[in-house]
């Protein structure tokens, strides 16, 4: 079992920055890829970034290229997304996702299916 804890939601304007962090505990973090999703009101929960469980390879949404970053500190066992430039279609509950090394290839979850763990989900509101 992974327990993961998000934190650093907010309320910020266009243009502007938010850091997500998410605190994973229970079972060895290295072990898993890890990785971000979104759920805006009425819409379905997508994909926006992960980051591998070993190499730390990284994959985005189209969408976010070039203003969001992942990354992850397996000693501290957390992993962060960097939110620049901020858009207010970026408005969504964002979640935290583990999927075990053995799926998609150890690269991180890039669908629902290949979570197997999520966090309680922190509010991010951009204003424009």
């Known amino acids: 079992q992974v327990q993961l804890v998000e934190s650093g939601g907010g309320l910020v304007q266009a243009g502007g920055s938010l850091r997500l962090s998410c605190a994973a505990s229970?079972?060895?973090?290295?072990?898993?890829?890890m990785g971000w999703f979104r759920q805006a009101p009425g819409k379905e929960r997508e994909f926006v970034a992960s980051?591998?469980?070993?190499?730390?390879?990284?994959y985005y949404l189209d969408s976010v290229k070039g203003r969001f970053t992942i990354s992850r500190d397996n000693a501290k066992n957390t992993v962060s997304l960097q939110m620049n430039s901020l858009k207010p279609e970026d408005t969504a509950v964002y979640y935290c996702?583990?999927?075990?090394?053995?799926?998609?290839?150890?690269?991180?979850?890039?669908?629902?299916?290949?979570?197997?763990?999520w966090g309680q989900g922190t509010q991010v509101t951009v204003s424009s």
């Open positions: 996702a583990a999927a075990d090394y053995r799926r998609n290839y150890g690269l991180g979850p890039r669908r629902i299916s290949d979570v197997d763990y």
């Open positions: 980051i591998s469980w070993s190499t730390s390879m990284t």
């Open positions: 229970g079972r060895t973090f290295s072990n898993y890829g």
